[in-house]
């Protein structure tokens, strides 16, 4: 299995920017396709972006695109997450996953997760 950390939430201002990274231990890291996801408090989990085993396919949600984008570095096992034109609507627990099958864009399609990392947008 892989074990996944996620670091650099914090709190910002609207229009700023973060980057948020999943550390991966364990199984290689380039054998898997990643995901993020945020879930705020009362909402159901929320696909944000999927990037390809090699980084050379991304896909990203209609709420994100254009402001968030996807990267990661095999050789030093780490998933990004580049926020920008971040907005109050923003703020939620984010959190990498491992996809496994199914549909990118569905939570079940994942199999393992971070424990999340905090983003909080003021106004």
């Known amino acids: 299995q892989v074990q996944l950390v996620e670091s650099g939430g914090g709190l910002v201002q609207a229009g700023g920017s973060l980057r948020l990274s999943c550390a991966a231990s364990g199984r290689t890291f380039s054998s898997y396709a990643m995901g993020w996801f945020r879930q705020a408090p009362g909402k159901e989990r929320e696909f944000l972006g999927y990037?390809?085993?090699?980084?050379?396919?991304?896909y990203y949600s209609e709420s994100v695109k254009g402001r968030f984008t996807i990267s990661r570095d095999n050789a030093k096992n780490t998933l990004f997450l580049q926020m920008n034109s971040l907005k109050p609507e923003d703020t939620a627990v984010y959190y990498c996953?491992?996809?496994?099958?199914?549909?990118?864009?569905?939570?079940?399609?994942?199999?393992?997760w971070g424990q999340g990392t905090q983003v909080t947008v003021s106004s």
């Open positions: 996953a491992t996809f496994a099958r199914g549909p990118v864009a569905t939570a079940d399609g994942y199999e393992y």
């Open positions: 990037i390809s085993r090699s980084g050379g396919a991304t």
